[in-house]
């Protein structure tokens, strides 16, 4: 019954994936809101741009500019490129096929979240 109960709790992907790859995906949620505003702010950006709404567009650069003055969200973000370096085998591809689909997966799910 115990481990029905582990089972359960600890599904067993989550169980498979290197220590990297889970610290990985731990920091990315911590940094989701972050990453979801940059990702609205670019898009706003391309389009005050596109607009010649150069008002519009200072603005839209000095919010960017604020949100990489943090001094958290820097360092969560070095780490990211640490980890990503240990997930990848220099090749482009993943040391672990499985940790590269659990942060694909990851990823995704945060895009259409921000959406």
Do not use: H, W
């Not at 000095?62 to 958290?72: E, H, L, M, S, V």
């Not at 070095?78 to 090749?91: F, Y």
């Amino acid at each position: 019954m115990r481990r029905l109960l582990l089972v359960l709790l600890f599904p067993l992907p989550a169980l498979a994936l290197s220590s990297a790859a889970k610290e990985f995906m731990e920091i990315s949620t911590r940094l989701e809101p972050v990453q979801c505003e940059k990702r609205q702010l670019r898009r706003q950006m391309a389009m005050a741009q596109a607009e010649n709404r150069a008002d519009e567009m200072s603005k839209l650069r000095a919010r960017f500019a604020q949100i990489n003055r943090d001094k958290q969200t820097a360092r969560l973000e070095r780490r990211l490129a640490e980890l990503q370096s240990r997930i990848l085998d220099g090749k482009g591809g993943a040391r672990d096929p499985e940790d590269l689909q659990a942060i694909s997966f990851q990823q995704r799910q945060a895009f259409y979240r921000c959406e």
